[in-house]
């Protein structure tokens, strides 16, 4: 059975530190995905990446498919980064029903 | 560009009420799904479907019908609610059929709670 478990759960900092967000899965996969969610409010996918890394704007997206592991790094984070990130990967067979095993998610705030 | 609508944004209903969550996309995307959000865990699918006419089971399905008489519209009927349905449900659509292979489109999501 997949897992795909985020690291770390709770993340709290300052504006302007640097933020890495963890995930990692156990089956091989064709796509992951990054998606964030503001408090009280919808989803947007952030990222869908198969290979290397991904950049938009000061949001960076790696992943390792050997190692079975992807990373979104913040750079210069600000208060309006604060929400919760969600890692879900697209495995080459078992996984959901629509193709996708979600994480919990990783909550953060940015303090000013 | 509206992208997808979800509506009612909050809606309470007691044990036993049914009602249908509306979701509407104007992107023409093939593949819609609807989600339910619980507090410390995933994301967890309900049903979802690859296009008119076709619809399919996911990970949670009981107590909850879909259809999807055209490309836009995807509604979500609680047939007969019980607290267990209080969520945050989510209506996704993506651009492929292949399910997982394009980036997710979500509504606002809507609140339900069930008394």
């Known amino acids: 059975k997949n897992e795909v478990e985020q690291s770390p759960q709770n993340l709290t900092a300052q504006e302007g530190e640097f933020i890495t967000i963890n995930c990692s899965y156990s089956v091989g996969i064709s796509a992951l995905h990054w998606l964030q969610q503001h408090p009280g409010g919808g989803i947007v996918s952030l990222f869908m990446l198969s290979s290397g890394k991904k950049k938009h704007g000061r949001l960076i997206a790696t992943i390792n498919i050997q190692e079975k592991h992807s990373s979104l790094h913040i750079t210069a984070s600000h208060p309006r980064d604060s929400a919760v990130y969600i890692c879900?990967?697209?495995?080459?067979?078992?996984?959901?029903?629509?193709?996708?095993?979600f994480g919990k998610g990783t909550h953060l705030i940015i303090q000013p | 560009n509206a992208g997808v609508t979800q509506t009612p944004k909050f809606q309470v209903l007691k044990t036993g009420q049914s009602m249908t969550l509306q979701c509407a996309q104007d992107m023409n995307h093939e593949y819609m799904s609807w989600y339910r959000q619980d507090p410390g865990m995933g994301l967890r699918l309900i049903h979802y479907s690859v296009g008119a006419g076709i619809t399919d089971q996911g990970e949670v399905p009981n107590g909850y019908n879909v259809s999807r008489s055209t490309t836009e519209d995807f509604p979500l009927r609680l047939l007969s609610a019980a607290p267990s349905q209080t969520s945050v449900y989510f209506c996704?659509?993506?651009?492929?059929?292949?399910?997982?292979?394009?980036?997710?489109?979500f509504g606002n999501g809507t609140r339900l709670t069930v008394t």
């Open positions: 996704a659509s993506s651009y492929s059929r292949d399910r997982g292979a394009s980036p997710l489109h």
């Open positions: 879900a990967v697209r495995p080459y067979s078992g996984g959901g029903a629509d193709g996708l095993t």
